[in-house]
């Protein structure tokens, strides 16, 4: 099926034909002009559905004055936004996700209902705290009572007040999820003095909510009544009430019970503390050496949280109230993580953390209440790119009471410090080392983003998923969760356990980071996890126990410098470090002598391809978590590597193909080194490039070099050729690649174009007579070109000579004169023997700079054909598109694993507007910014005229020559629709270890691959 021309390709994407519409008319022309200008307008056929099409205005329209709201709002858009695009981009996304009038006044009436249900659940009257016959046969506790021996008594009495709290009040709640926090305040005469202790006050709050949530679950107003756990914290959790009917999915109330503000004593609740007794917890008769008990920090905070609601609404009210940018600040904050997943599971930064962050800002001065939302965001992403909390902690506390504890008492006992205004309670309690880092990261890369001003900054930043499973190059899962338990015990993490409640996952989560960090060491630069959401849970069932809370899943950002050295050196062998070094490695760890003549200790990992290479980390994950953690090789599925096998050639098993491309191209470096050096041409070679996917690594399956056997052939020795025998095998076909040689310029070529070809021709055979004679190569000339065996491989060189290009263009037209004019042979010519070569050698150089995007390109084609699309597209069009990935990887990094590149590149293709933007793949950073503006600018211009697909590279601003012969509009939307729907296939799989599933290529069985 032959290609249609570019108009014919953008009509039938639409079933209707595009009409671009006329400029407006000169003022000069009369009435009739203009009747009939709009005459045409009237008959013109309506556009293409989905192409962007210009404004039109009236000249006087078009020259009006602007009003004073206007020169107000331009001035207002320069000082606040560095573009009114970006304005109106946020100002769209505010509209979204903010709650309208109507939702919040259906949300104000059921909240004034849930409130009545409350005071007006009954009393129970007073029993022990391990008596619980009391309760009800049709709800559980959410809580896991361990041990269940505990002293106290509780009774149940209505809140003695009920507050909303969090982001409803202060009007930062975003959609789709609406949640309202809803403090209940526990009257003083359920609670006694050492309710802190032992996880008393704890079991007391789970209890409180048991019996509300008896008395609610029979009440018709509400449609769901379940339990969840407060930020994923297993001591606390809360109560999730949602309307019956059609406001079911309107809002999800949350109850929490806090104790009266001022009932605990702050100083018996500090990170240096003890409150959870080891005798009581581990059963155990306390030690006889009088050494002091652990200190709880944890759980000191998560009950100084709850006595902190109102004060933390109060000074956000203060602070955010009339603040209108403030609040489009935070809106936009709690966007930005939701995209990244930085919100989600148990310590993860939530949408509280970052108001109050803002508040940290605005009392310190680095942010104005005057400022715009835009400008909030950047302040804090700066703040958040440059400050490591996890060093110097903050504190929006201005007291100078020297009973206060200090910062560093805090840095002992968490990562991340963040104090409140009270000085006691540290906000960042839960958030992990490894997150904050990640979260560093994440603001960085929105910075440079930010900071370059990009057309589609707003889409990268704040409208584009990342996903774990797209933003890391290797994951890796754990599972059954139970086996950290095993971990904690090898570890030694008693105290751990103790603060955490038993939480074993989040006792191991710290040290096991840290071990696995220090083992990477340089292969890595960043180490995040994934803890996912406890799912909610119905009133009748026990809490989840905390191995049935998923899979914990570590992303690893890999160095692409040092991932794939196969060597981890250690200290020399006299040194005090190097028993250090043994201990930690364990049998991996041997005495090795250099060529220096050093003995040191190494580790040396097996690997002998590439492919193997890249995936040394799974070997030091794997035996670091088997030596030190007890977690055995079994319970670590790790996925680096699983689409590898599908460019592995039929007798590879380990291999991917990198190695077999790097001995062609250098057969192909030698055989330029032949032709530099050649003796007795007439003309001096100026330049040898190559203009095959072998020589710039983007061949799906490199070529086997093939040595002629002399007993499957019959010499011609009169031709010097081998006949095939026909009774043996048929010989192995050897695909030539194309080699460009360039002559230098002279005087003496021809001016004719078909004395040029007999020039060309006459090279092409003193080229073969002197690579026969000079170096005894096998070749085999003809009038275009020139075959060469070496080593196994043909080359096929073509002789160049640079303006026979211009001399096709060199029309006479019937009066004599000469015009030069793109012709079809003119445009072929100069497209095989300048701009192939030309990218060749451009995407030879990027795959020496991030070696990860041979195996991208190679699976991108791989797919591609396995769906029956590779006819649509040409090998430079889809290795244009992978490049994109590595030079514009926005808001990603470079990929370093052929994985992560290729679920890129789906989603690159999926969501891509091709229709109404180019494709900008900006080799060697040639392209200024205000050149790609000039780009997209002449392309709204001439979009009728392009092909479907464009692709710009500063060698080809304006014709997209890869994409002129296809695809067709019909097939690049079948690839769009197959990227689409393979993506979620192939990222589920990829994060689901265990579920069904298989990755195989075959079309249209299963279109993730």
């Excluded at 339990?227 to 999730?240: D, E, Q, R, V």
Aim: charged share 20%; aromatic share 6%.
């Amino acid at each position: 099926m032959g290609p249609a021309p570019a108009g014919k390709q953008l009509r039938g994407a639409t079933g209707g034909p595009e009409v671009m519409e006329p400029a407006l008319e000169d003022e000069g022309k009369g009435k009739e002009g203009k009747k009939a200008s709009s005459r045409k307008r009237t008959l013109a056929e309506p556009p293409a559905k989905g192409l962007l099409q210009p404004v039109k205005l009236s000249r006087a329209e078009l020259y009006k004055e602007p009003t004073n709201e206007e020169l107000n709002r331009l001035r207002e858009t320069e000082i606040l936004f560095h573009s009114s695009l970006l304005r109106l981009q946020v100002e769209e996304l505010l509209k979204e996700v903010r709650l309208s009038e109507k939702k919040k006044d259906r949300i104000d009436a059921f909240l004034q209902e849930v409130n009545q249900r409350v005071m007006r659940v009954p009393s129970v009257p007073e029993t022990e705290l391990t008596d619980q016959a009391w309760l009800p046969a049709g709800v559980r506790v959410p809580l896991h009572q361990v041990p269940y021996a505990v002293k106290g008594c509780f009774r149940f009495l209505p809140p003695a007040q009920v507050v909303i709290v969090g982001s409803y009040l202060l009007g930062t709640c975003i959609r789709p999820d609406v949640n309202v926090d809803v403090a209940l305040t526990m009257p003083r005469e359920i609670l006694q003095d050492k309710d802190g202790l032992n996880q008393r006050y704890f079991r007391k709050r789970a209890l409180y909510l048991a019996h509300l949530a008896h008395h609610l679950a029979q009440d018709p107003l509400f449609g769901s009544v379940r339990f969840s756990y407060t930020n994923g914290c297993h001591l606390k959790p809360s109560l999730l009430l949602r309307p019956r009917g059609k406001d079911e999915r309107l809002v999800t109330v949350r109850l929490h019970p806090c104790p009266p503000p001022d009932f605990f004593r702050p100083c018996r609740l500090l990170p240096t503390k003890n409150n959870v007794r080891s005798a009581w917890y581990r059963g155990q008769s306390p030690a006889g050496d009088g050494s002091p008990e652990p200190p709880t920090p944890h759980y000191n905070t998560w009950v100084l949280q709850d006595t902190a609601l109102e004060s933390h609404l109060q000074l956000l009210s203060t602070m955010l109230g009339s603040a209108q940018g403030l609040k489009d600040g935070v809106a936009l904050l709690k966007v930005w993580l939701r995209q990244r997943e930085l919100d989600k599971g148990q310590g993860g930064l939530t949408g509280f953390l970052v108001s109050m962050l803002v508040v940290f800002l605005v009392s310190t001065r680095k942010i104005h209440t005057t400022m715009s939302g835009y400008q909030v965001l950047r302040s804090v992403l700066q703040f958040l790119a440059t400050t490591d909390l996890t060093v110097n902690g903050i504190s929006l506390c201005l007291s100078s009471d020297p009973s206060l504890p200090a910062l560093a008492d805090f840095h002992q006992a968490f990562s991340v410090v963040f104090l409140d205004s009270s000085g006691r309670l540290n906000l960042c309690a839960d958030v992990t080392a490894s997150t904050y880092h990640q979260v560093q990261h994440e603001a960085r890369l929105s910075m440079m983003l930010l900071d370059s001003k990009a057309d589609d900054g707003f889409q990268l930043l704040l409208m584009t998923p990342k996903p774990m499973i797209r933003a890391f190059d290797h994951v890796l899962h754990l599972r059954p969760l139970s086996r950290l338990q095993a971990a904690c015990h090898r570890l030694k993490l008693w105290p751990e356990l103790q603060d955490n409640g038993g939480d074993y996952v989040s006792a191991a989560l710290g040290p096991l980071i840290t071990l696995l960090e220090q083992g990477l060491g340089t292969r890595l630069h960043l180490l995040a996890h994934s803890r996912p959401p406890v799912p909610e849970w119905d009133i009748s069932q026990d809490p989840p126990k905390h191995k049935d809370s998923g899979t914990l899943t570590l992303g690893l950002l890999l160095r692409p410098e040092g991932l794939t050295s196969i060597l981890e050196l250690g200290p020399e062998a006299d040194q005090p470090e190097a028993a250090e070094f043994r201990q930690f490695w364990g049998s991996r760890s041997e005495l090795r002598r250099f060529q220096d003549g050093a003995i040191r200790e190494a580790v040396v990992w097996d690997a002998a391809s590439m492919s193997q290479k890249r995936l040394i980390p799974h070997q030091v994950v794997t035996h670091l978590l088997a030596l030190h953690a007890d977690i055995p090789e079994t319970c670590v599925h790790y996925v680096g590597g699983p689409l590898d096998a599908l460019i592995q050639g039929l007798k590879e098993t380990s291999s991917t193909g990198e190695e077999a491309l790097a001995v062609a191209v250098r057969c192909y470096d030698d055989l330029s080194r032949l032709l530099w050096g050649l003796e007795g041409l007439p003309l001096t070679v100026s330049a040898v490039q190559g203009a095959h996917p072998v020589l710039r690594y983007t061949e799906v399956f490199p070529p086997t070099p093939v040595q002629p056997a002399s007993s499957f052939y019959e010499p011609l020795r009169e031709r010097s050729s081998l006949l095939p025998r026909p009774d043996k095998p048929c010989p192995a076909y050897v695909e030539p690649m194309p080699v460009v040689c360039h002559l230098e310029g002279s005087g003496q070529w021809p001016q004719d174009a078909e004395a040029v070809r007999r020039v060309r021709a006459a090279f092409q055979l003193r080229l073969a007579e002197l690579l026969t004679q000079q170096h005894g190569l096998q070749c085999r000339a003809t009038a275009t070109h020139t075959d060469v065996l070496k080593d196994g491989f043909v080359f096929r060189i073509r002789v160049a000579y640079h303006r026979e290009p211009q001399i096709l263009r060199e029309v006479q037209s019937p009066e004599g004169l000469n015009s030069l004019r793109d012709t079809p042979a003119s445009l072929c010519l100069e497209r095989d023997t300048r701009q192939l070569p030309l990218l060749t050698s451009v995407l030879h150089g990027l795959q020496q700079q991030h070696p990860a995007f041979s195996g991208v390109a190679r699976l991108a084609k791989r797919w591609v054909r396995a769906q029956l699309l590779g006819e649509g597209f040409t090998d430079e069009s889809l290795d244009l598109v992978a490049a994109a990935l590595f030079l514009h990887p926005e808001p990603f990094t470079p990929p370093s694993s052929p994985q992560v590149g290729f679920l890129r590149f789906l989603f690159l293709v999926s969501t891509f507007d091709w229709k109404n933007n180019p494709l900008i793949v900006n080799l060697n950073n040639e392209l200024t910014a205000e050149e790609q503006v000039e780009i997209r600018s002449a392309f709204l211009a001439a979009r009728a005229q392009l092909p479907v697909m464009v692709i710009v590279t500063p060698q080809d601003r304006k014709n997209s020559v890869w994409t002129q012969d296809g695809p067709s509009a019909q097939i690049l939307q079948q690839l769009v629709v197959l990227a689409a729907e393979a993506l979620p296939v192939l990222e589920k799989q990829l994060m689901d270890p265990w579920g069904p599933g298989d990755i195989r290529l075959g079309p249209r069985e299963n279109v993730a691959l």
